[in-house]
Antibody
Framework: QVRLVQSGAEVKKPGSSVKVSCKAS????????ISWVRQAPGQGLEWMGG????????TYAQKFQGRVTITADTSSSTAHLELSSLRSDDTAVYYC????????????????WGQGTTVTVSS | QSVLTQPPSASGTPGQRVTISCSGS????????VFWYQQLPGTAPKLLIY???QRPSGVPDRFSGSKSGTSASLAISGLRSEDEANYYC???????????FGGGTKLTVL
């Protein structure tokens, strides 16, 4: 059974960047897409973007265009989310999630989630 | 402001049936599958319903989903205390070319 294991909590200064990793344990990225979803304290879920690792194809939410970069290394089954120009309202828990299938629109939902990575942006 | 609209809260007593609505538009719910996620306090979301009304293995049949036009709903029958959680609807939006979520509904079991 695939598990997604994320990197540890981060504390960053405003204006800096953060890179969060997500490693698939017990499986690979073949025929999957990886999405990144964040949740600010006490708030709902917000999709940031995704990647199809075997193709390297990415899609980003308009809100984050220009500030977010999602990459994947199929050899290590690890995906990365990098968010730049951090602001205090980027303070959130960041989740990676797996989607079975690589088509658009997605047909299967996010069936496996990482444990979440807390990113705190504070001066 | 979320693209999909859900009531912020819902409640019921043990054994009752509750429904949670999710309203969207022709570019999202109207043309794509709806998914529902359950998020217990302090944990990652869990896929509860996929493709409008399908349950992943391990999800009790007390949970059911439906979709009509640009709206969807999640029904929970035989309510139990462990169902107390936040519930989110989600779908793909063709205009935005991305996933959109509802604002979430906090379910309280009285």
């Amino acid at each position: 059974q695939v598990r997604l294991v994320q990197s540890g909590a981060e504390v960053k200064k405003p204006g800096s960047s953060v890179k969060v990793s997500c490693k698939a344990s017990g499986g690979t990225f073949s025929n999957y897409a990886i999405s990144w979803v964040r949740q600010a304290p006490g708030q709902g879920l917000e999709w940031m973007g995704g990647i199809i690792p075997i193709f390297g194809a990415t899609t980003y939410a308009q809100k984050f265009q220009g500030r977010v970069t999602i990459t994947a290394d199929t050899s290590s089954s690890t995906a990365h989310l990098e968010l730049s120009s951090l602001r205090s309202d980027d303070t959130a828990v960041y989740y990676c999630a797996r989607e079975i299938g690589v088509g658009t629109p997605p047909m299967n939902g996010m069936d496996v989630w990482g444990q979440g990575t807390t990113v705190t942006v504070s001066s | 402001q979320s693209v999909l609209t859900q009531p912020p809260s819902a409640s019921g007593t043990p054994g009752q049936r509750v429904t949670i609505s999710c309203s969207g538009s022709s570019s999202n719910i109207g043309s794509n599958f709806v998914f529902w996620y359950q998020q217990l306090p302090g944990t990652a979301p869990k896929l509860l319903i996929y493709r409008n009304n399908q349950r992943p293995s391990g999800v009790p049949d007390r949970f059911s989903g439906s979709k009509s036009g640009t709206s969807a709903s999640l029904a929970i029958s035989g309510l139990r205390s462990e169902d107390e959680a936040n519930y989110y609807c989600a779908t793909w939006d063709d205009s935005l070319s991305g996933w959109v979520f509802g604002g979430g509904t906090k379910l309280t079991v009285l």
